[in-house]
Structures are given as structure tokens and as C-alpha cells.
């Protein structure tokens, strides 16, 4: 892909109103985490995640596109944060299938609690997701909390078929990939839940189910494609305090970044084959010499700006989109937010 015209910085709208509908969101969240027995290895691990210093990006997004299209923050509310549950939900697991050492700064609750607990804990912070879902009834009615619990079964569905893509890459040390390949992993593991799922259902909230959801759809899509890929490279290049989680943790568990793509196409045969050697075992087989090769032949090919570069074109292919999708709405704070994302999500640090 050929990078787009670069774009200004964003405003502080994104962050007053992650802070604003964040704040909002998890004191919500905070009602559904149990305090009762067994603490030590279920509802005190449970807690974990969610009262970390996270961006809340999925529940505001929810909330702002709901308001954008006329809904008020309590009726969309309850979706919001069973969407964040589920959102820590995966992280857990994530963290377990992945190996990995940190999130949002701490040790990962692998790592803490260890792997059998940790599982237990995702499981449990799904459950709990059921809650507001069902809690909906009480402000929607029950025909529209069925239809947020068939988006939500849907993206849930989504997401896993996505983890699994993702899984077995990395199991099966697949390395014929494509740029598209790695696309349509992320529309289903990152992008439906991330982007999809919270405005096709704030707008169904704000609207009644009232409106058709194929341009939100797209929308989402390239939204939060840019913001996975954006996420990888900070992997490679974030500042370690401010990113939050393992810098070059991708590399140490093998992903198939669109990084690690572009360099599956243009190492020379020698280089590949000791790729595919570097990338064959478990992380706890990887060493330190073989993360930084690989890492020394991306900068080499200019893999990171590749993945840059296609950043840019998905964001500007959702800054066309905004324009169908969302044209009719009257101006409003939450409706310009939207449109802010498209350039919060590269230049996020």
C-alpha cells in the first residue's frame, strides 16, 4: 500500500472524551465485580484487569456513537460494559495462549496467578459480561436487548475464530502470508469487538435498530485495522512506560504482524530459512539472539514503515466512510470525536 496524505495531530477531544466516558464506564464496571468468595483465586484476580489504567477505548467508543446517534449514556451504558468485560475476558486468555509477561504495565495474571487460575479468571469475566447484557431489558425493552445480545454473540463468535486464525499460524509456523491474510485475521479478532461491534450497536441503541449498519460496518473495519496495526508496531517501537505491555513481545511469541508478513516476503532464502527456524519452537525455545535478528532484519527491509504506510490508507479509507455512514447525523461533540479517531489511532503513542 502507498501511504496517504500525512494528517494533523488530533485534538484533545479523543482524550477528554476517553477520560469522560471511561470514568463513566468503569465506575459501572466496578458494580459487576464480585466481592465474595473464593476471593484469593477467582473474584480478587477477577478485579485485576479491569481496575488497571486501561484506555477504555471499546466502551467509549460504544457510548459516543450511541449519543452521536441520539441515544443517552445510561441506555448505553449496560452494553458498554459487558463489552469491557469481555474485552478483559480476552486479554486473559490472550495473555495465557500468548505466553506473555506483561499488560498495562503489571505482570500478566499468567504470570501471577499462573496459567489454570488465570483461564478460570477469563471464564469468570466473561460470565460476568452476561449481566448488563441481560440488564439491558430494564432501559431498552426486551426487543432491543435481543438484538444487542445477537450482535454480541456474533462478535463474541467473531473474535474467537479470529484468536484461532491467529493460533494457528503460529502452531503450524505458517509463513506463505499476505497482506490480506493478515486483514482479514484482524476484521475478525481485533476489529469486530474493538470497533464493529460498539458502534453498530450504539447506533442500534440510539436509533431503535432504525438504521442500515453495511457503512458503520466498513467503518469499523478500517478504524480498527489502523488501530491494530498502529498497535504492532509500538510493539517494536513504543516507549516501554507509556505502551504498556512487553516491547518486542510480539517477536519473543511469533506473531504474524503485518511486519513479520512483509518480512516473510522479501528475506533472501537464507534469511527465511533461519526465520523459519527462529519462529518453529514455543517462546520459552526462542532466545534473545534470534528476537533481535529478526528484529534487525524488519528494520533492514523497512517493514515497519510498510506497516505504517498501510495504517495510513485504512485510515484515511474510514475517513471516507465517515462521510457515508455518518453524514445525516447533526454536528455534535460525540459525532467529531468519531471522526477524530481516525487520527487518534495513528498517533497514539
Excluded at 463489552?83 to 495465557?96: C, G, I, Q, S, W
Excluded at 506473531?255 to 530459512?273: G, V, W
Aim: charged share 30%; glycine share 8%.
Amino acid at each position: 500500500m502507498q501511504p496517504v496524505e500525512r494528517v494533523d495531530q488530533p485534538s484533545c477531544l479523543v482524550v477528554e472524551l476517553l477520560n469522560e466516558y471511561g470514568a463513566i464506564a468503569r465506575s459501572a464496571v466496578e458494580r459487576y465485580l464480585e466481592r465474595r468468595e473464593p476471593r484469593r483465586h477467582l473474584y480478587d484476580p477477577v478485579a485485576d484487569y479491569p481496575l488497571r489504567a486501561g484506555r477504555m477505548l471499546r466502551p467509549s467508543l460504544l457510548i459516543a456513537a450511541g449519543r452521536a446517534f441520539g441515544a443517552s449514556v445510561e441506555s448505553a451504558l449496560s452494553s458498554a460494559v459487558a463489552l469491557e468485560l469481555l474485552h478483559n475476558a480476552f486479554l486473559v486468555h490472550d495473555d495465557v495462549e500468548d505466553e506473555g509477561l506483561e499488560r498495562r504495565g503489571r505482570p500478566t495474571l499468567n504470570v501471577l496467578h499462573g496459567a489454570p487460575v488465570a483461564v478460570n479468571v477469563g471464564d469468570a469475566l466473561a460470565a460476568l459480561a452476561l449481566r448488563p447484557l441481560l440488564d439491558n431489558r430494564q432501559v431498552l425493552g426486551p426487543r432491543l436487548t435481543l438484538r444487542v445480545f445477537e450482535e454480541a454473540e456474533r462478535m463474541i463468535r467473531e473474535s474467537i475464530e479470529g484468536q484461532a486464525i491467529e493460533l494457528g499460524w503460529r502452531r503450524d509456523n505458517v509463513v506463505g502470508l499476505r497482506d490480506d491474510d493478515y486483514l482479514r485475521m484482524v476484521l475478525k479478532k481485533t476489529c469486530s469487538y474493538t470497533t464493529i461491534f460498539p458502534i453498530r450497536v450504539g447506533a442500534l441503541i440510539g436509533t431503535r435498530d432504525g438504521v442500515p449498519l453495511d457503512h458503520l460496518t466498513r467503518f469499523g473495519f478500517f478504524l480498527g485495522a489502523a488501530f491494530q496495526i498502529q498497535d504492532d508496531v509500538l510493539n517494536l517501537v513504543g516507549d516501554a512506560k507509556r505502551y504498556g505491555k512487553e516491547i518486542d513481545g510480539d517477536l519473543w511469541e511469533g506473531k504474524r504482524t503485518l511486519m513479520m508478513i512483509r518480512l516473510f516476503q522479501c528475506a533472501a532464502p537464507p534469511e527465511l530459512t533461519r526465520l523459519i527456524d527462529a519462529l518453529g519452537g514455543s517462546r520459552s525455545e526462542r532466545t534473545g539472539l534470534q528476537v533481535r535478528w529478526m528484529r534487525g532484519r524488519m528494520d533492514w527491509y523497512g517493514c515497519v514503515e510498510h506497516a505504517r504506510a498501510a495504517a495510513h490508507a485504512l485510515a484515511g479509507a474510514a475517513r471516507h466512510e465517515y462521510g457515508i455512514a455518518f453524514r445525516d447525523l447533526p454536528e455534535s461533540r460525540d459525532k467529531r470525536f468519531l471522526w477524530e479517531l481516525t487520527h487518534w489511532v495513528l498517533h497514539r503513542s
